[in-house]
């Protein structure tokens, strides 16, 4: 008898941060952070890739990575698009199972909006995103959006930007004083890495991390600097977050 999977990061039965790593862009990377013991993967698909028909290569992509990781790891999309027949497509087209919907909607919109996703996919999650930004809202708005997202998300992201990728960080002593306002399971996103993970975590104390340009490295390529996933460094924030975690809890 095949025994059920427990998906890694939707179980909150071990206190040690939860992994997410996005931006998988390949198979092989895909499987290392498997098996590392990445909890959840995110796949980026936005909204001017859907409408010039560049989402189509991408989506082969995700869909042949999706079809051959195990159940337990989570699988996001990450997305800025809010039109629902579209995000039916790509919903329909991989084993996702979680949204991830990168852009800021009044609440009342954005309530009915993961109505129309979640029918799309029995128990799909909703990951909602918040810009930890004075620039673009007051502290008294961050609040009134974290409790109205709070109520229909079954997480939030606390990110730097509403775009996403940022590379910056934001203040994450709010982010903490954000995240204790919310009963909800809380993501800290935003210029993360191996320099600052551990000090971020010990003051945020998320539910999960999510990491981007921090486990990324710059090759270059004649005139041209390019971006590429590094397991290594996959590897290396696993080893300091699990060693951080053990020597309090050990």
Known sequence: MTSIMINRFW???????????????????????YDL????????IWEH???SGEWQQKISLFSEI???????ISL????????TRSLKILI???RFDSVQLHRRIAPVYFKHLIEDIKIIKEGLKIIGVIAVNLNEATIKELYELMDEYGKICDAILLDSSWKGGSGKTHDWALSAKLKESINSPCILAGGLNIRNIIKAIQLVKPFAVDIQSGIEKKLQKGTFQLKAKSILKVEEIISAIRTNFWQKHG
């Open 76 to 83: 996001t999309l990450v997305t800025n698009i809010k039109d």
């Open 37 to 44: 013991g990445v909890d959840a993967l995110g796949f980026h």
């Open 11 to 33: 179980t909150n039965t071990v206190k040690i941060p939860k992994l997410k790593i996005c931006g998988v862009n390949s198979v092989d990377f895909a499987i290392d952070c």
């Open 66 to 72: 999706t079809s051959i990781l195990p159940s337990d």
């Open 92 to 94: 329909k087209s991989c």
């Open 49 to 51: 890739e859907f409408l």
